[in-house]
């Protein structure tokens, strides 16, 4: 039966509204700050060892032998696995693209510098660590494929030799007569960019506890999982399990972004206990494996675009090549970041024809994973830039050229040229707001003043699109043709009237267990202490996807809802049972079950739920006897992908702009951010502090990939940054506090108008200091055309100026 789901705050059972939409304490903060919250790291089971795993110190080579023998014999060491046994007891890992993966252990040969080629459990883990040390691996060195555009090229050395070449993917996707609109342009603007590697670094790293049961040949894991149920899907079709023989047990963790994949870590450890007779086996990641053999590197590109223009400033058509390293294999959902750009491929404008042409090739570095934004990040730094190249060679303000080619308004739902369709937003508002935020004239003026004095002072103007509540079928095109993501919820009410809802994901930071409390305490009218949220494990939980795609903000809140709202059935017809009336003339309002226009003819829902408890005798014919229901939502109106990848995929799209000033030092290239503001619009906001926090964050990271972050690898293949000394994170220092404003266009296609935020600001802020940082640039003719824009490659840059006087 259908279930109407309340699309705006109105809608809700509520004369008023006490904590949807208001900035109220997170229900999980208090066990995080006394420190009861526990991590993976803090379980202990009974019997349970402790893994260590050696890693290729080669980024390719073949195997010619391995010798366990002495690990095997140290005291305290309890099982040694290669691979092996990997081939005896697991399967190769799924990839997407499909024939790019390998086992869990190295086999024949190893593909890139920290491939796990053999592993140990022990009494501890300092033992296992000494182990791993007697153990002797041959290899016979093999050339290393470092550089994406030799990867592609006939007569390389071959990652994969069955697969005949390193080319994971070559596709041409062509939305309309994008050739025409090029001829005819008067003028198209072209540039090479170059985003490098760099990865999400959680504060907390990846971790897992597996244990076999011999008894029935079922798997238990525990570990830092972002998406339990994908993970135990992943890990039964690997280790040759039927579905319902593992279970998923996900910790509280320590944020994700994407980069906890951890599927190496739990096969091996799966792989461990079941050689030991089901004896639990921990394997906590250290810093320097997640840097160099983890799930923390992705977006590895290079790209060529264009624009072309009329004359009078309108975009008649845009075309991106992209080559794109993914690494060794595919086996990390690391190519999906390839595919995502369709969900925003033409930003905040209405382009009405564009081009893909898309490679993903395969290389000796650590295989790449998904990132937080998934992808859309370095396309909205290539269309940005774009449009302030073009703004200058049309002798046209940056501000100006946006606003001429926005989707207007009263378009929206608008379909873009690569399928998706935006639900809402006004974009001119979101522009008008951010300017006047920084008073954009006299930026202007400053930034004059300063360059009479010859200082490099540079004004970012940029806005972005962030695609919202992610669908499999934006993954179309490199292989994963679902349509539908569920998120599921149960909600029940006790006999004392209290709530408690059952989800299927743990706690990550967000603070979705407190929207959930939110959107339930309105929904019956009771206080944020009568409501409680359960987690539950992967096989316990309604089906489920938890955290990912901008999306569960959205996703849970449709399924508290379309739950309470089915619970809200059966309560009516119990009390209008009990009332002696017809359940069409019963509603629930500010938490009583009361007759339409009789107040006094009105009952509690603890009353009724009590009824149904504890007076079955009460009934009416029918009902069952518990106050509990299940709904799993999932976005409406997606449509499988066409042949050119297009497809509803993404239900919501939240928008920004950012107005940043930064000085560039001309002696040393040190880039200072001056000044940050954000205009932003992410519908209706069900939590305003939860998106500051997520919007900030965002920023810190946006920053990082702006000026500092880069995985840097040599000719042979060798990490060169395996540490945080040469791995550089942002700071407190160099991350501004941003002046904030926000802006709302509720969707029209979700839960109460909400639209996903959770990737925020990352979609914008790389984009935004570099349009700065290239403004400042520009007196001295010079354009920096990579990520990041480190003191280093902009002193560099700064020097061909000098050079050139």
């Given at each position: ?12 059972p509520?004369?008023a ?10 229900v ?18 009974p ?9 290729s110190?080669?980024?390719h ?5 391995i010798d366990?023998?002495a690990?095997?014999?140290?005291p305290g060491?309890?099982?040694?696995v290669?691979?092996e046994d990997?081939q005896?007891w697991?399967q ?9 993966g390998?086992?869990?252990?190295a086999?024949?040969k190893v ?8 592993a ?10 000494d182990?791993?040390?007697?153990i ?11 550089d994406?555009?030799t990867?592609?090229?006939?007569g390389?050395p ?8 390193n080319?994971?993917l ?11 609109a090029f001829?005819?342009?008067d003028?198209?603007?072209?540039e ?11 504060l907390?790293?990846f ?5 076999w049961?011999?008894t ?10 972002q998406s339990?149920?994908?993970m ?7 280790m040759?399990?039927p579905?319902?023989?593992v279970?998923?047990?996900s910790?509280?963790h ?6 906890k994949g ?5 096969l ?6 079941r050689?030991t007779d ?13 840097l ?17 223009f009329k004359n009078?400033?309108?975009?008649t ?7 794109d390293?993914?690494g060794a294999t595919?086996?990390?959902f ?8 369709l ?7 209405a382009i ?5 042409d898309?490679?993903?090739?395969a290389t000796?570095k ?8 998934m ?9 940005e830039?774009?449009?302030d190249?073009a703004?200058?060679?049309?002798n046209?303000?940056?501000a100006?050229?946006?606003r001429?080619?926005?989707i207007p308004?009263?378009a929206?739902?608008?379909?873009i040229?690569s399928?998706?369709e935006y639900d ?7 522009l008008?707001?951010?300017?006047e935020?920084g ?5 202007r ?5 300063a ?11 940029v ?7 992610f669908d499999?079928?934006a ?11 569920p998120?599921g919820?149960t909600?029940?009410i006790?006999?004392?009237?209290k709530?408690?809802?059952?989800i299927?994901?743990?706690?990550e930071g ?6 959930i409390?939110?959107?339930?305490a ?7 202490s ?9 096989l316990?939980a309604?089906?489920?996807?938890g955290p990912?795609?901008?999306r ?13 709202q089915r619970l ?12 002696q ?10 938490g009583?079950?009361?007759?339409k226009?009789?107040p006094?003819a ?15 005798d009460l009934l009416?014919?029918g ?8 709904y799993?939502w999932?976005a ?13 995929s ?13 000085e560039v ?12 503001y ?8 069900l939590?305003?502090?939860n998106?500051?926090?997520?919007t ?8 990082g990939?702006?000026?500092l972050e880069e995985?840097?690898y040599?000719e ?6 395996s540490?945080?000394?040469?791995y ?7 991350v501004?506090?941003t002046?904030?404003?926000a802006?709302?266009?509720?969707s ?7 639209k996903?935020?959770g990737?925020g ?8 200091i ?6 400042a640039?520009?007196?001295?003719g010079?354009?920096?055309?990579g ?5 280093n490659?902009?002193w560099s840059?700064?020097?061909t ?5």
């Amino acid at each position: 039966m259908a279930v109407d789901i309340p699309k705006s705050l109105a809608d809700l059972p509520t004369s008023a509204l006490r904590f949807v939409g208001q900035a109220v304490n997170r229900v999980e903060d208090p066990q995080l700050l006394t420190g009861r919250t526990e991590f993976i790291d803090n379980v202990t089971l009974p019997g349970m060892l402790h893994c260590a795993i050696l890693r290729s110190p080669h980024a390719h080579a073949r195997i010619t032998s391995i010798d366990v023998s002495a690990a095997a014999q140290l005291p305290g060491v309890f099982a040694v696995v290669t691979g092996e046994d990997a081939q005896r007891w697991s399967q190769r890992i799924a990839t997407i693209p499909e024939r790019w993966g390998t086992h869990c252990l190295a086999t024949d040969k190893v593909r890139f510098v920290g491939e796990p080629v053999a592993a140990v459990a022990a009494s501890s883990r300092y033992v296992a660590e000494d182990a791993i040390e007697l153990i002797t691996v041959d290899y016979e060195s093999l050339p290393a494929v470092v550089d994406a555009t030799t990867a592609a090229h006939p007569g390389t050395p071959l990652i994969f030799e069955e697969n005949g070449n390193n080319i994971m993917l070559q596709r041409v996707f062509t939305w309309g007569e994008v050739d025409e609109a090029f001829r005819a342009a008067d003028h198209v603007f072209t540039e090479k960019f170059r985003w490098n590697r760099l990865g999400a670094n959680p504060l907390e790293t990846f971790g897992v506890i597996s244990q076999w049961d011999p008894t029935d040949g079922s798997l238990t894991c525990r570990g830092s999982f972002q998406s339990q149920y994908h993970m135990g899907l992943g890990t039964a079709a690997a280790m040759g399990l039927p579905s319902h023989k593992v279970r998923m047990i996900s910790q509280p963790h320590g944020g994700s972004f994407g980069g906890k994949g951890g599927m190496r870590g739990t096969l091996i450890t799966a792989l461990l206990s079941r050689k030991t007779d089901g004896r639990p086996v921990k394997w906590i990641e250290d810093r320097m494996e997640y840097l160099a053999g983890g799930a923390g590197q992705s977006w590895d590109r290079h790209y060529e675009a264009a624009l072309a223009f009329k004359n009078d400033g309108t975009i008649t058509g845009f075309k991106v090549k992209l080559l794109d390293d993914l690494g060794a294999t595919a086996e990390g959902f690391g190519a999906v970041s390839a595919a995502k750009p369709l969900t925003s491929f033409t930003g905040c404008y209405a382009i009405p024809v564009a081009q893909y042409d898309l490679t993903i090739v395969a290389t000796n570095k650590l295989p790449g994973s998904p990132y937080r934004g998934m992808g859309p990040p370095p396309h909205n730094f290539v269309l940005e830039q774009l449009m302030d190249i073009a703004a200058r060679g049309l002798n046209l303000d940056p501000a100006d050229i946006r606003r001429k080619n926005y989707i207007p308004p009263d378009a929206f739902p608008y379909t873009i040229a690569s399928g998706n369709e935006y639900d809402s937003g006004n974009y001119a508002a979101a522009l008008d707001t951010v300017l006047e935020m920084g008073n954009y004239p006299q930026l202007r003026a400053e930034q004059a003043q300063a360059r009479a004095q010859g200082r490099l002072l540079g004004i970012g103007l940029v806005n972005t699109i962030e695609p919202g509540v992610f669908d499999w079928n934006a993954y179309a095109i490199v292989g994963l043709p679902q349509t539908g993501v569920p998120e599921g919820a149960t909600v029940s009410i006790d006999i004392y009237g209290k709530v408690t809802a059952k989800i299927g994901f743990s706690l990550e930071g967000q603070g979705q267990y407190t929207v959930i409390t939110q959107v339930l305490a309105d929904y019956f009218a009771m206080e944020l202490s009568d409501v409680r949220v359960v987690y539950q494990d992967s096989l316990s939980a309604p089906p489920h996807f938890g955290p990912g795609g901008s999306r569960l903000g959205v996703a849970i809140t449709g399924a508290v809802l379309g739950a309470a709202q089915r619970l809200t059935e059966k309560l009516v017809k119990v009390a209008a049972w009990l009332l002696q009336s017809d359940p069409q003339n019963v509603e629930l309002r500010d938490g009583k079950l009361g007759i339409k226009g009789v107040p006094e003819a009105s009952m509690p829902i603890a009353q009724v739920a009590g009824a149904m408890l504890a007076r079955s005798d009460l009934l009416p014919p029918g009902i069952d006897p518990n106050p509990e229901a299940t709904y799993v939502w999932t976005a409406p109106g997606r449509t499988p992908a066409d042949e050119q990848g297009r497809a509803k995929s993404y239900l919501t799209a939240a928008n920004a702009c950012h107005l940043v000033a930064v000085e560039v030092d001309a002696e040393t290239g040190q880039v200072q951010i001056l000044k940050y503001y954000i205009a932003d619009d992410c519908g209706t906001r069900l939590n305003p502090a939860n998106v500051e926090g997520m919007t900030q964050g965002g920023v810190a990271q946006g920053v990082g990939a702006a000026l500092l972050e880069e995985y840097v690898y040599n000719e042979d293949g060798q990490l060169l940054t395996s540490t945080f000394m040469d791995y550089l994170l942002p700071t407190i220092n160099e991350v501004p506090m941003t002046e904030k404003k926000a802006l709302v266009t509720p969707s029209p296609f979700t839960p109460l108008g909400a639209k996903g935020v959770g990737e925020g600001a990352m979609h914008t802020t790389p984009a935004a200091i570099m349009c700065a940082i290239n403004d400042a640039l520009l007196p001295l003719g010079l354009r920096a055309t990579g990520v990041p824009a480190s003191p280093n490659r902009l002193w560099s840059l700064l020097q061909t100026a000098k050079r050139n006087l």
